[in-house]
């Protein structure tokens, strides 16, 4: 797939929560697009539906209306259960607090998840020492998570996140836990991992920092239900 390609279109989405007078439209007709390896922040004020978005787009809460397509998926009102093969196939995930087991090696974080997927423990081990090297982080693969610091750990989780050959990353706020020096770092990988000519990925990134967000190939905003493209200034405005 070259780097021009679509590898997302989300078209029209709609979500809301509750019912009656209680109800709340939180998505009000959603578009975009994201192409293979590109990086995409994604921001908007607390409360405004990113995670929202990012679970639909993730495949794990239906969306009311509207619709998504990935490679050969559509998707977008189907329930969770219905698109597990998409799910596992083409989406990672990266969190705020990393989602690390405690009690496993880094390298074995990975390879646990590798397992899941269905790769021998050979090839788990084989692919999971691959993704730590990508990420830098391989030379603390025999360490536990709490002998590591918060952007070591999150190298650990985007290894595990690009271990199964992924499309598509979403990010709810990787940095969120991570001081100035290490969410840039995550940054510049983030980038490496996208830009990566022979292996690209794309990813989307909530983020509430606009010189993190600036450093991204774009930025889409969400304002009031809907998504525009951003610059920082605009950004700024809206925080
Ligand atoms: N399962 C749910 N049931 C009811 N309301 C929900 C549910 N999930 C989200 N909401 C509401 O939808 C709105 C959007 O929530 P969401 O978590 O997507 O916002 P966000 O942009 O990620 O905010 P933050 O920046 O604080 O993480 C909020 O008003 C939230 O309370
Ligand atoms: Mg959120």
């Known amino acids: 797939m070259g780097k021009h390609d679509s590898l997302l279109k989300v078209s029209n989405l709609t979500r809301g929560f509750g019912s009656g007078e209680t109800r709340l439209e939180v998505l009000k007709g959603v578009d975009f697009e994201i192409k293979s390896g590109e990086l995409v922040a994604l921001m908007g004020p607390s409360g405004s539906g990113k995670s929202t978005l990012l679970n639909i787009v993730g495949g794990l809460l239906e969306a009311d209306g509207g619709s998504i397509s990935m490679n050969d998926f559509r998707y ?34 990975v390879a646990f ?24 982080i391989f030379d603390r693969a025999e360490h536990k998570p709490d002998e590591l610091s918060g952007g070591q750990s999150q190298r650990v989780a985007i290894a595990r996140a690009i271990s199964g ?15 100035l020096s290490s969410a840039e770092d995550i940054l510049e990988l983030f ?27 774009r930025m889409l905003l ?16 809206d925080k």
């Open 76 to 109: 977008g009102m189907d329930s969770p259960s219905k698109v597990v093969e998409l799910r596992r196939k083409h989406i990672g995930w990266i969190f705020q607090d990393f989602h690390l087991l405690d009690h496993i090696t880094a390298l074995g974080n």
């Open 222 to 237: 969400i304002k009031e239900g809907k998504v525009v493209a951003s610059n920082v200034d605009t950004a700024w405005e």
């Open 113 to 136: 998840s590798l397992d899941l997927s269905g790769f021998s423990a050979e090839e788990s081990e084989k692919r999971a020492t691959d993704s730590l090297k990508r990420t830098g």
């Open 165 to 179: 050959q992924k499309n598509l990353i979403l990010a709810d706020e990787p940095t969120g836990n991570l001081d």
């Open 191 to 217: 980038k490496e991992l996208c830009h990566d000519k022979k292996n690209p990925i794309s990813i989307l990134m909530v983020t509430h920092d606009p010189h993190l967000a600036s450093k991204a190939d």
